[in-house]
């Protein structure tokens, strides 16, 4: 099956301190990627939709300034935690569909990032 | 409003018996398509099953099937012959033609599978 892979899976960081999260597809294109972030026992939220070439769309109360996606090929998206604080410790993943997906185009994932920012 | 949801928060079953693990979700397009996902504690996602909203059969892939009942929208996952490694949570999630194709997750159901 397709592969996404998402690197790295575990980072700290210190609190003011800015990182970045690569997601890939290994296998297949993608002209959209998103990025969700799970805190503990809870579920997955969607933070935003990567696009190719064009603007992220940001979900309603994510802050575009602190999760900066940048989507610069078929394969690469990267997210970055700019001025990271205790409070964005979490798990990010990112997930991908072929090109041209389809509402039954199972949504690969990477294999998700704790950061934690102390 | 929730678009998917999962009242199970936690779930036992023993070990060879079968579980149902409940969804309902909340939508208004026609085209849609229902996934259930596993996820261990390592945090992988693991996709376990896909039901299309113009899918006439209820879909099943090995020991997993889906009880789709569309007119109460209605999307239970049903785990037959339950294994000690099928202790994970489980997440129900929808993907909305009208929605761009993102993937929306319910809180999910924490599945124990006792000796």
């Known amino acids: 099956g397709a592969v996404v892979s998402q690197h790295p899976s575990r980072v700290i960081c210190k609190s003011g301190t800015s990182v970045k999260i690569e997601c890939r597809s290994l296998d297949f294109q993608a002209t959209t990627m998103f990025w969700y972030r799970q805190f503990p026992k809870q579920s997955l939220m969607l933070m935003a939709t990567?696009?190719?070439?064009?603007?992220?769309?940001?979900e309603q109360g994510v802050e575009k300034d602190k999760f900066l996606i940048n989507h610069a090929s078929l394969t690469l998206s990267t997210l970055t935690v700019t001025s990271a604080h205790p409070e964005d410790s979490s798990f990010y993943i990112c997930s991908a569909s072929p090109q041209g997906g389809a509402i039954n185009n199972e949504a690969f994932f990477g294999q998700g990032t704790r950061l934690t920012v102390v | 409003a929730q678009k998917i949801t999962q009242t199970q928060p936690g779930m036992f079953v023993q070990e060879k018996e079968a579980v149902t693990l409940d969804c309902t979700y909340d939508?208004?397009?026609?085209?849609?398509?229902l996934f259930w996902y596993k996820q261990p504690s390592s945090g992988e996602m693991i996709f376990l099953i896909y039901?299309?909203?113009?899918?006439?059969q209820n879909a099943t892939e090995g020991r997993y099937s889906l009880n789709f009942q569309k007119a109460r929208k209605s999307a239970n996952l049903v785990i037959s012959a339950s294994q000690l490694g099928d202790s994970a949570m489980y997440f129900c999630a929808m993907r909305e033609v009208s929605g761009g194709f993102k993937t929306i997750f319910g809180a999910g159901t924490r599945l124990f599978v006792k000796a």
């Open positions: 939508t208004s397009d026609p085209s849609y398509g």
């Open positions: 039901q299309g909203s113009y899918d006439q």
């Open positions: 990567s696009n190719e070439g064009s603007k992220a769309t940001y």
